[in-house]
Protein backbone atom coordinates (compact mmCIF):
# COMPACT_ATOMS: atom_id res chain seq x y z
CA UNK A 1 0.00 0.00 0.00
CA UNK A 2 2.83 2.49 0.79
CA UNK A 3 4.70 1.61 -2.31
CA UNK A 4 1.11 2.22 -4.51
CA UNK A 5 1.32 5.66 -2.92
CA UNK A 6 4.14 6.60 -3.52
CA UNK A 7 4.42 5.99 -6.83
CA UNK A 8 0.76 8.04 -7.06
CA UNK A 9 3.15 11.17 -5.35
CA UNK A 10 5.41 11.09 -8.03
CA UNK A 11 3.00 10.41 -10.74
CA UNK A 12 1.36 13.41 -9.55
CA UNK A 13 4.42 15.89 -8.92
CA UNK A 14 6.01 14.64 -12.43
CA UNK A 15 2.24 15.51 -14.31
CA UNK A 16 2.16 19.16 -12.64
CA UNK A 17 5.58 20.01 -14.10
CA UNK A 18 4.21 19.39 -17.57
CA UNK A 19 1.22 21.19 -17.21
CA UNK A 20 2.28 24.80 -18.82
CA UNK A 21 2.24 27.96 -16.60
CA UNK A 22 -1.55 30.09 -17.76
CA UNK A 23 0.08 32.46 -20.26
CA UNK A 24 -0.28 36.08 -18.87
CA UNK A 25 -1.68 36.98 -22.50
CA UNK A 26 -5.19 34.99 -21.66
CA UNK A 27 -5.45 37.49 -18.83
CA UNK A 28 -5.18 40.78 -21.36
CA UNK A 29 -7.58 38.61 -23.32
CA UNK A 30 -10.00 38.14 -20.44
CA UNK A 31 -9.52 41.86 -19.05
CA UNK A 32 -10.54 42.80 -22.77
CA UNK A 33 -13.37 41.01 -22.59
CA UNK A 34 -14.53 41.65 -19.19
CA UNK A 35 -14.02 45.36 -20.18
CA UNK A 36 -15.94 45.53 -23.34
CA UNK A 37 -18.67 42.65 -22.75
CA UNK A 38 -21.70 45.36 -21.94
CA UNK A 39 -19.51 48.34 -23.14
CA UNK A 40 -22.02 50.68 -25.61
CA UNK A 41 -19.83 52.73 -27.30
CA UNK A 42 -22.70 55.28 -28.50
CA UNK A 43 -23.45 56.33 -24.72
CA UNK A 44 -21.28 58.70 -22.81
CA UNK A 45 -19.75 56.82 -20.06
CA UNK A 46 -20.67 58.40 -17.15
CA UNK A 47 -23.31 56.29 -14.53
CA UNK A 48 -25.17 59.68 -13.00
CA UNK A 49 -26.10 61.26 -16.78
CA UNK A 50 -26.23 64.89 -14.96
CA UNK A 51 -22.46 64.66 -14.82
CA UNK A 52 -20.35 66.22 -17.13
CA UNK A 53 -17.34 64.65 -18.77
CA UNK A 54 -13.88 66.83 -18.35
CA UNK A 55 -11.91 66.18 -21.98
CA UNK A 56 -8.25 67.21 -21.48
CA UNK A 57 -6.56 68.95 -24.40
CA UNK A 58 -2.88 69.14 -24.90
CA UNK A 59 -0.75 70.54 -28.02
CA UNK A 60 2.33 70.61 -29.33
CA UNK A 61 3.60 72.51 -32.42
CA UNK A 62 6.05 70.30 -34.22
CA UNK A 63 6.65 72.62 -37.86
CA UNK A 64 5.15 75.09 -40.21
CA UNK A 65 4.81 73.15 -43.84
CA UNK A 66 3.20 75.86 -45.36
CA UNK A 67 1.37 79.65 -45.85
CA UNK A 68 -0.65 80.01 -48.44
CA UNK A 69 -1.32 83.74 -48.98
CA UNK A 70 -4.19 83.09 -51.75
CA UNK A 71 -6.11 80.50 -50.45
CA UNK A 72 -5.32 82.15 -46.53
CA UNK A 73 -5.03 78.74 -45.46
CA UNK A 74 -2.03 77.48 -43.14
CA UNK A 75 -0.27 73.74 -43.12
CA UNK A 76 0.65 72.83 -39.71
CA UNK A 77 1.99 69.44 -38.01
CA UNK A 78 0.78 68.88 -34.37
CA UNK A 79 1.09 66.50 -31.46
CA UNK A 80 -2.48 66.00 -29.97
CA UNK A 81 -3.64 64.79 -26.87
CA UNK A 82 -6.89 63.89 -25.57
CA UNK A 83 -7.53 63.10 -21.54
CA UNK A 84 -10.67 62.03 -19.92
CA UNK A 85 -11.81 59.79 -17.96
CA UNK A 86 -14.66 56.37 -18.75
CA UNK A 87 -16.66 55.20 -15.55
CA UNK A 88 -17.15 51.91 -17.03
CA UNK A 89 -13.19 51.54 -17.76
CA UNK A 90 -12.40 50.56 -14.88
CA UNK A 91 -10.73 47.31 -12.90
CA UNK A 92 -8.40 46.26 -10.20
CA UNK A 93 -5.23 45.52 -10.75
CA UNK A 94 -4.70 42.44 -8.25
CA UNK A 95 -7.74 40.80 -10.24
CA UNK A 96 -6.19 40.38 -13.42
CA UNK A 97 -2.24 39.59 -12.67
CA UNK A 98 -1.18 43.50 -11.94
CA UNK A 99 -2.49 44.60 -15.11
CA UNK A 100 -2.38 48.43 -15.00
CA UNK A 101 -2.62 49.68 -18.35
CA UNK A 102 -4.03 48.35 -21.99
CA UNK A 103 -4.12 49.49 -24.92
CA UNK A 104 -7.98 49.85 -26.71
CA UNK A 105 -9.73 50.13 -30.19
CA UNK A 106 -10.71 53.52 -30.65
CA UNK A 107 -13.75 52.41 -32.70
CA UNK A 108 -14.82 50.34 -29.55
CA UNK A 109 -15.01 52.90 -26.79
CA UNK A 110 -16.67 56.17 -26.39
CA UNK A 111 -14.45 59.27 -27.85
CA UNK A 112 -15.38 62.77 -27.71
CA UNK A 113 -16.74 64.49 -30.57
CA UNK A 114 -13.87 67.05 -30.37
CA UNK A 115 -13.12 68.98 -33.73
CA UNK A 116 -10.95 71.77 -34.70
CA UNK A 117 -13.21 74.96 -36.18
CA UNK A 118 -10.74 75.97 -38.23
CA UNK A 119 -10.11 73.02 -40.35
CA UNK A 120 -10.17 73.10 -43.86
CA UNK A 121 -8.86 69.63 -44.32
CA UNK A 122 -6.90 67.00 -42.39
CA UNK A 123 -4.12 66.84 -44.35
CA UNK A 124 -1.74 63.58 -44.41
CA UNK A 125 -2.39 62.40 -40.94
CA UNK A 126 -1.46 59.06 -40.19
CA UNK A 127 -3.94 56.62 -38.53
CA UNK A 128 -3.74 55.61 -34.70
CA UNK A 129 -6.30 53.18 -33.88
CA UNK A 130 -5.93 52.77 -30.34
CA UNK A 131 -5.93 54.47 -27.21
CA UNK A 132 -4.54 53.90 -23.94
CA UNK A 133 -6.26 52.89 -20.44
CA UNK A 134 -5.40 52.65 -17.06
CA UNK A 135 -7.37 51.01 -14.40
CA UNK A 136 -8.70 54.16 -12.93
CA UNK A 137 -10.51 54.85 -15.96
CA UNK A 138 -8.23 57.33 -17.45
CA UNK A 139 -7.68 57.23 -21.52
CA UNK A 140 -5.43 58.45 -23.35
CA UNK A 141 -5.66 59.40 -26.80
CA UNK A 142 -2.77 60.64 -28.55
CA UNK A 143 -2.75 61.62 -32.44
CA UNK A 144 0.17 63.25 -35.04
CA UNK A 145 -2.17 65.67 -36.98
CA UNK A 146 -1.15 67.40 -40.06
CA UNK A 147 -3.64 70.40 -40.51
CA UNK A 148 -4.44 72.89 -43.01
CA UNK A 149 -6.19 75.61 -41.16
CA UNK A 150 -7.98 78.90 -42.79
CA UNK A 151 -6.09 81.42 -41.39
CA UNK A 152 -6.65 84.94 -41.89
CA UNK A 153 -2.71 85.86 -43.12
CA UNK A 154 -1.31 89.70 -43.19
CA UNK A 155 1.30 89.29 -46.02
CA UNK A 156 0.92 93.61 -45.98
CA UNK A 157 4.73 93.74 -44.22
CA UNK A 158 5.78 90.94 -45.94
CA UNK A 159 8.80 89.22 -45.88
CA UNK A 160 8.88 90.72 -42.40
CA UNK A 161 5.53 89.20 -41.13
CA UNK A 162 4.00 88.02 -38.17
CA UNK A 163 1.27 85.53 -38.43
CA UNK A 164 -1.23 84.65 -35.90
CA UNK A 165 -3.52 81.68 -36.69
CA UNK A 166 -6.06 79.97 -34.19
CA UNK A 167 -7.00 76.12 -33.80
CA UNK A 168 -10.25 75.91 -31.49
CA UNK A 169 -11.34 73.29 -30.18
CA UNK A 170 -14.87 71.94 -29.05
CA UNK A 171 -17.51 69.78 -29.08
CA UNK A 172 -19.32 69.43 -32.04
CA UNK A 173 -22.68 67.93 -30.23
CA UNK A 174 -22.33 67.96 -26.44
CA UNK A 175 -22.99 71.09 -24.44
CA UNK A 176 -21.09 71.76 -21.67
CA UNK A 177 -23.22 70.19 -19.00
CA UNK A 178 -22.10 67.02 -20.78
CA UNK A 179 -18.64 67.77 -22.13
CA UNK A 180 -16.76 70.37 -20.56
CA UNK A 181 -13.04 71.07 -22.00
CA UNK A 182 -9.53 72.19 -19.82
CA UNK A 183 -5.77 72.04 -20.33
CA UNK A 184 -3.97 69.28 -19.60
CA UNK A 185 -0.59 71.78 -18.63
CA UNK A 186 -0.89 74.99 -17.60
CA UNK A 187 -1.84 77.95 -20.22
CA UNK A 188 2.18 79.39 -19.71
CA UNK A 189 3.95 75.64 -20.21
CA UNK A 190 1.99 75.36 -23.24
CA UNK A 191 2.90 79.16 -24.50
CA UNK A 192 6.91 78.67 -24.25
CA UNK A 193 6.78 74.56 -25.49
CA UNK A 194 9.25 74.90 -28.43
CA UNK A 195 11.36 71.80 -27.68
CA UNK A 196 9.39 69.64 -30.56
CA UNK A 197 8.86 72.47 -32.98
CA UNK A 198 11.80 72.24 -35.77
CA UNK A 199 13.39 75.75 -35.67
CA UNK A 200 15.42 75.12 -38.36
CA UNK A 201 12.82 76.36 -41.63
CA UNK A 202 11.51 79.30 -42.69
CA UNK A 203 8.97 80.36 -39.32
CA UNK A 204 10.16 80.97 -35.81
CA UNK A 205 7.77 80.17 -33.29
CA UNK A 206 7.06 83.00 -30.87
CA UNK A 207 4.68 81.57 -28.38
CA UNK A 208 0.89 79.24 -28.16
CA UNK A 209 -1.12 81.13 -26.22
CA UNK A 210 -4.37 79.30 -25.11
CA UNK A 211 -7.10 80.43 -23.91
CA UNK A 212 -11.00 78.49 -22.14
CA UNK A 213 -14.32 80.17 -22.77
CA UNK A 214 -18.00 79.48 -23.32
CA UNK A 215 -20.13 80.67 -26.45
CA UNK A 216 -23.83 80.81 -26.48
CA UNK A 217 -25.17 78.98 -29.25
CA UNK A 218 -29.19 77.39 -29.91
CA UNK A 219 -29.75 77.93 -25.97
CA UNK A 220 -26.71 75.79 -25.06
CA UNK A 221 -23.61 77.00 -23.46
CA UNK A 222 -20.39 75.29 -25.57
CA UNK A 223 -16.63 75.18 -24.19
CA UNK A 224 -13.84 75.61 -26.42
CA UNK A 225 -10.17 75.90 -25.94
CA UNK A 226 -7.90 78.28 -28.60
CA UNK A 227 -4.37 77.73 -29.40
CA UNK A 228 -3.02 80.65 -30.92
CA UNK A 229 0.01 79.90 -33.65
CA UNK A 230 2.29 83.57 -33.13
CA UNK A 231 5.08 82.67 -35.73
CA UNK A 232 7.43 85.07 -37.35
CA UNK A 233 8.82 85.09 -41.08
CA UNK A 234 12.63 84.83 -40.67
CA UNK A 235 12.79 87.46 -44.02
CA UNK A 236 16.60 87.00 -44.70
CA UNK A 237 16.66 85.11 -48.09
CA UNK A 238 13.93 87.41 -49.13
CA UNK A 239 16.34 89.87 -48.26
CA UNK A 240 19.22 89.08 -50.03
CA UNK A 241 17.21 87.71 -53.53
CA UNK A 242 14.41 90.00 -54.04
CA UNK A 243 15.49 93.83 -51.85
CA UNK A 244 19.02 94.14 -52.51
CA UNK A 245 19.17 92.71 -55.75
CA UNK A 246 16.47 96.14 -56.59
CA UNK A 247 18.18 98.74 -54.63
CA UNK A 248 21.72 98.16 -56.76
CA UNK A 249 19.84 98.06 -59.75
CA UNK A 250 17.81 101.35 -58.63
CA UNK A 251 21.22 102.73 -57.48
CA UNK A 252 23.00 102.07 -60.87
CA UNK A 253 20.33 103.59 -63.03
CA UNK A 254 21.03 106.56 -61.08
CA UNK A 255 24.65 106.18 -61.96
CA UNK A 256 23.83 106.05 -65.39
CA UNK A 257 22.90 109.76 -65.71
CA UNK A 258 26.56 110.85 -65.29
CA UNK A 259 27.39 108.84 -68.68
CA UNK A 260 28.03 111.76 -71.77
CA UNK A 261 24.83 113.02 -72.84
CA UNK A 262 25.78 113.27 -76.63
CA UNK A 263 27.81 109.61 -76.17
CA UNK A 264 24.80 107.47 -77.76
CA UNK A 265 25.41 104.65 -75.27
CA UNK A 266 23.03 106.76 -71.98
CA UNK A 267 19.67 105.30 -73.72
CA UNK A 268 20.93 101.80 -74.71
CA UNK A 269 22.67 101.35 -71.10
CA UNK A 270 18.53 102.75 -69.58
CA UNK A 271 16.74 99.68 -71.46
CA UNK A 272 19.38 96.94 -70.30
CA UNK A 273 18.89 97.95 -67.04
CA UNK A 274 14.68 98.20 -67.35
CA UNK A 275 15.56 94.47 -69.32
CA UNK A 276 17.33 93.26 -66.90
CA UNK A 277 14.71 94.20 -63.76
CA UNK A 278 12.07 93.09 -65.87
CA UNK A 279 13.62 89.37 -65.94
CA UNK A 280 14.82 89.53 -62.62
CA UNK A 281 11.07 90.16 -61.64
CA UNK A 282 9.85 87.23 -63.77
CA UNK A 283 11.91 85.12 -62.21
CA UNK A 284 10.93 85.55 -58.45
CA UNK A 285 6.91 85.81 -59.19
CA UNK A 286 6.78 82.86 -57.03
CA UNK A 287 8.56 84.34 -54.41
CA UNK A 288 5.92 86.83 -53.51
CA UNK A 289 2.88 85.90 -52.17
CA UNK A 290 -0.21 85.80 -53.54
CA UNK A 291 -3.21 87.90 -51.92
CA UNK A 292 -6.41 89.48 -53.31
CA UNK A 293 -6.76 91.82 -50.02
CA UNK A 294 -4.14 93.63 -49.78
CA UNK A 295 -1.61 94.55 -51.46
CA UNK A 296 2.19 93.85 -49.90
CA UNK A 297 4.10 96.68 -49.71
CA UNK A 298 7.10 94.63 -51.08
CA UNK A 299 5.18 94.15 -54.64
CA UNK A 300 4.01 98.11 -53.89
CA UNK A 301 8.11 98.61 -53.74
CA UNK A 302 9.15 96.53 -56.79
CA UNK A 303 6.24 98.36 -59.29
CA UNK A 304 7.39 101.93 -58.33
CA UNK A 305 11.56 100.92 -58.72
CA UNK A 306 9.98 99.99 -62.39
CA UNK A 307 7.94 102.93 -62.89
CA UNK A 308 11.16 104.90 -61.67
CA UNK A 309 13.51 102.88 -64.31
CA UNK A 310 10.65 103.89 -67.07
CA UNK A 311 10.91 107.38 -65.66
CA UNK A 312 14.21 107.65 -66.13
CA UNK A 313 14.44 106.12 -69.30
CA UNK A 314 11.87 108.50 -70.92
CA UNK A 315 13.88 111.41 -69.57
CA UNK A 316 16.87 110.46 -71.23
CA UNK A 317 14.83 110.30 -74.77
CA UNK A 318 13.32 113.36 -74.63
CA UNK A 319 16.66 115.48 -73.67
CA UNK A 320 18.45 113.18 -76.46
CA UNK A 321 15.78 113.73 -79.05
CA UNK A 322 15.95 117.73 -78.05
CA UNK A 323 19.96 117.46 -78.59
CA UNK A 324 19.33 116.67 -82.02
CA UNK A 325 16.57 119.01 -82.77
CA UNK A 326 17.90 122.07 -85.11
CA UNK A 327 17.52 125.71 -83.80
CA UNK A 328 14.68 126.11 -86.38
CA UNK A 329 12.61 123.17 -85.08
CA UNK A 330 12.89 123.85 -81.29
CA UNK A 331 11.57 127.14 -81.54
CA UNK A 332 8.74 126.06 -82.95
CA UNK A 333 7.93 124.73 -79.64
CA UNK A 334 6.58 127.17 -77.42
CA UNK A 335 8.33 125.27 -74.22
CA UNK A 336 11.81 125.42 -76.11
CA UNK A 337 11.22 128.96 -77.73
CA UNK A 338 10.86 130.23 -74.07
CA UNK A 339 14.26 128.27 -73.16
CA UNK A 340 16.37 129.22 -75.87
CA UNK A 341 15.67 132.56 -76.19
CA UNK A 342 18.77 133.55 -74.76
CA UNK A 343 20.61 131.30 -77.29
CA UNK A 344 18.91 132.91 -80.17
CA UNK A 345 20.00 136.18 -79.45
CA UNK A 346 23.22 134.78 -78.64
CA UNK A 347 23.62 132.95 -82.52
CA UNK A 348 22.24 136.51 -84.07
CA UNK A 349 24.94 138.28 -82.31
CA UNK A 350 27.59 136.04 -83.25
CA UNK A 351 26.90 136.00 -87.25
CA UNK A 352 26.91 139.66 -87.15
CA UNK A 353 30.56 139.81 -85.47
CA UNK A 354 31.20 137.22 -88.20
CA UNK A 355 30.12 139.39 -90.88
CA UNK A 356 31.97 142.43 -89.81
CA UNK A 357 35.53 140.54 -89.52
CA UNK A 358 34.75 139.30 -93.37
CA UNK A 359 34.51 142.66 -94.22
CA UNK A 360 37.59 144.11 -91.96
CA UNK A 361 39.77 141.48 -93.78
CA UNK A 362 38.33 142.39 -97.35
CA UNK A 363 39.37 145.71 -97.06
CA UNK A 364 42.63 144.22 -95.70
CA UNK A 365 43.89 142.43 -98.30
CA UNK A 366 42.81 144.62 -101.36
CA UNK A 367 44.53 146.33 -103.71
CA UNK A 368 45.38 149.94 -104.14
CA UNK A 369 44.00 150.49 -107.59
CA UNK A 370 41.39 147.97 -106.49
CA UNK A 371 38.36 149.37 -103.36
CA UNK A 372 36.02 147.39 -102.45
CA UNK A 373 32.29 148.08 -101.66
CA UNK A 374 31.19 149.00 -98.61
CA UNK A 375 29.34 146.51 -97.76
CA UNK A 376 30.17 142.49 -98.39
CA UNK A 377 26.98 141.84 -100.95
CA UNK A 378 27.59 144.74 -102.89
CA UNK A 379 30.96 143.13 -103.48
CA UNK A 380 30.16 139.76 -104.07
CA UNK A 381 27.41 141.79 -106.68
CA UNK A 382 30.27 143.63 -108.21
CA UNK A 383 31.90 140.51 -109.01
CA UNK A 384 29.53 138.50 -110.35
CA UNK A 385 28.37 141.33 -112.86
CA UNK A 386 32.15 141.23 -114.48
CA UNK A 387 30.96 139.55 -117.87
CA UNK A 388 34.41 139.13 -119.17
CA UNK A 389 36.49 136.09 -117.40
CA UNK A 390 38.46 137.08 -114.08
CA UNK A 391 41.42 138.00 -113.91
CA UNK A 392 44.11 136.28 -111.42
CA UNK A 393 43.80 138.73 -108.93
CA UNK A 394 40.12 138.91 -109.14
CA UNK A 395 39.41 135.73 -108.75
CA UNK A 396 42.05 135.36 -105.86
CA UNK A 397 39.98 138.02 -104.33
CA UNK A 398 36.47 135.71 -104.99
CA UNK A 399 38.34 132.49 -103.35
CA UNK A 400 39.66 134.50 -100.59
CA UNK A 401 36.28 136.19 -99.59
CA UNK A 402 34.43 132.69 -100.12
CA UNK A 403 36.83 130.68 -97.75
CA UNK A 404 36.79 133.27 -95.00
CA UNK A 405 32.68 132.85 -95.18
CA UNK A 406 33.06 129.09 -94.87
CA UNK A 407 35.63 129.46 -91.85
CA UNK A 408 33.20 132.42 -90.57
CA UNK A 409 29.91 129.91 -91.02
CA UNK A 410 31.91 126.50 -89.72
CA UNK A 411 32.72 128.68 -86.69
CA UNK A 412 29.29 130.59 -86.05
CA UNK A 413 27.58 126.61 -86.27
CA UNK A 414 30.41 125.02 -83.92
CA UNK A 415 29.82 127.72 -81.67
CA UNK A 416 25.83 127.41 -81.85
CA UNK A 417 26.50 123.70 -81.06
CA UNK A 418 28.57 124.07 -78.46
CA UNK A 419 25.59 126.58 -77.06
CA UNK A 420 23.13 124.44 -77.45
CA UNK A 421 24.65 121.23 -75.95
CA UNK A 422 25.33 123.33 -72.60
CA UNK A 423 21.79 124.06 -72.62
CA UNK A 424 20.85 120.83 -72.95
CA UNK A 425 23.43 119.59 -70.14
CA UNK A 426 21.77 122.31 -68.40
CA UNK A 427 18.04 120.77 -68.52
CA UNK A 428 19.36 117.35 -68.04
CA UNK A 429 20.80 118.09 -64.53
CA UNK A 430 17.34 119.75 -63.87
CA UNK A 431 15.93 116.53 -64.91
CA UNK A 432 18.29 114.77 -62.80
CA UNK A 433 17.47 116.65 -59.87
CA UNK A 434 13.89 116.02 -60.19
CA UNK A 435 14.05 112.70 -60.63
CA UNK A 436 16.36 112.11 -57.68
CA UNK A 437 13.52 114.28 -55.38
CA UNK A 438 10.74 112.00 -56.59
CA UNK A 439 13.05 109.00 -55.54
CA UNK A 440 13.68 110.63 -51.85
CA UNK A 441 10.02 111.02 -51.71
CA UNK A 442 9.20 107.77 -52.54
CA UNK A 443 12.11 106.48 -50.02
CA UNK A 444 10.62 108.52 -47.18
CA UNK A 445 7.17 107.22 -48.06
CA UNK A 446 8.03 103.69 -47.57
CA UNK A 447 10.19 104.27 -44.56
CA UNK A 448 7.06 106.17 -42.99
CA UNK A 449 4.72 103.46 -44.32
CA UNK A 450 7.21 100.66 -42.45
CA UNK A 451 7.08 102.99 -39.66
CA UNK A 452 3.11 103.00 -39.19
CA UNK A 453 2.98 98.93 -39.38
CA UNK A 454 6.09 98.68 -37.14
CA UNK A 455 4.22 100.79 -34.42
CA UNK A 456 0.35 99.27 -34.72
Known amino acids: TMILVWIVLFLSVNLT ?15 TRTLLRKYDCGVRPVHNWTSSTTVYIDLILQSVLDVDGKTQSITTSIWYRQIWRDEFLVWDPEDFDGITELSLSSDAIWVPDIIVTEFVEEGKSPPIPYVYVNSS ?6 RPIQAVLACSLEMYAFPFDKQNCSLTFRSWLHSVKEIDLALWRSAEAIAGDKREFMN ?12 YWQIRQDDADYAQIQFNLLIRRRPLLYVVGLLIPSIFLMLVDVVS ?3 PLNSGTRIAFKISILLGYTVFRVNLTDELP ?3 LRTPLIGVFFVVCMAMLMLS ?15 KEVKQMSLSACLLDRYGSAGHSLSE ?10 NIYAPGDYELESSLEEDLLSLNDVPDPPSGLEWLLQELVSLRMAFSQE ?3 SSAQAEWLSLCLRLDRLLFRFYLLVLAVYTGTLLLLWARWSFT
Request: some cysteine; proline content about 4%; hydrophobic content about 35%.
Open 200 to 211: DGEWELLSVPSQ
Open 257 to 259: FYL
Open 411 to 413: DSE
Open 137 to 142: GSVRNY
Open 17 to 31: ECVPEKPKRSTLNQL
Open 290 to 292: ATA
Open 353 to 362: SALTSIKTLD
Open 313 to 327: LIKSILVVKLLHHSE
